[in-house]
């Protein structure tokens, strides 16, 4: 997956009311894609708002509360007139609901429940250090092994964790970082005085 601009590189540290938020909309988009046969297009079609929504010049007039809803829609309606109609109409409801900046998430939402109904989990894997191949593959493995099910290595890098991994499977996140190690110690030490 490619990282499209600011918000969708965010994605993940999105405030837990915002993600709760776009989980909504995913779920609800989710299950008429599900009714109709057409998870692909609507998975296409959720990118393409996204990254309309997210180019700057366009949510500087979406998230600007000086300019009218109706101008708003036309600018919606124009830019993503190719979209089917009930896509098109999502794009107006978020426009109108003032939720134009949950875009990327609402598509990030909507393909991993694509996923996971294909069987395939994603999994942040947030090291000190960028991890080679064989240490990624030897990851993968292993999280396949525990899960049971194909699992997509994305890898970031974070120095502040000092050493070790963090994973990050949905709402799942497993600390085996140095940082953790290290608190884990003190707050041992701490109690045992």
Avoid: C
């Amino acid at each position: 997956m490619t990282n499209q601009g600011s918000d969708h590189t965010k994605a993940a540290a999105a405030p837990s009311g915002e993600a709760v938020a776009a989980r909504r909309y995913a779920q609800a988009v989710f299950q008429i894609a599900e009714e109709r046969g057409d998870a692909a297009a609507w998975r296409d079609a959720l990118r393409q708002i996204a990254e309309f929504m997210s180019d700057p010049e366009v949510r500087r007039v979406l998230e600007n509360t000086r300019v009218g809803q109706e101008p708003k829609q036309r600018l919606v309606a124009a830019a993503l007139a190719d979209l089917p109609g009930l896509a098109l109409n999502f794009a107006r409801l978020l426009v109108r609901k003032g939720r134009t900046n949950l875009a990327w998430l609402i598509s990030e939402q909507f393909n991993q429940m694509l996923e996971a109904q294909s069987g395939i989990s994603r999994a942040r894997a947030i090291t000190a250090v960028p991890i080679g191949e064989a240490e990624q593959a030897a990851l993968q493995r292993r999280l396949e092994e525990q899960l049971g099910r194909k699992v997509v290595i994305e890898p970031e890098v974070n120095p502040s964790l000092l050493g070790g991994v963090v994973i990050q499977i949905g709402d799942r996140l497993i600390d085996a970082s140095t940082r953790a190690k290290l608190r884990a110690l003190r707050e041992s030490l701490v109690a045992a005085q």
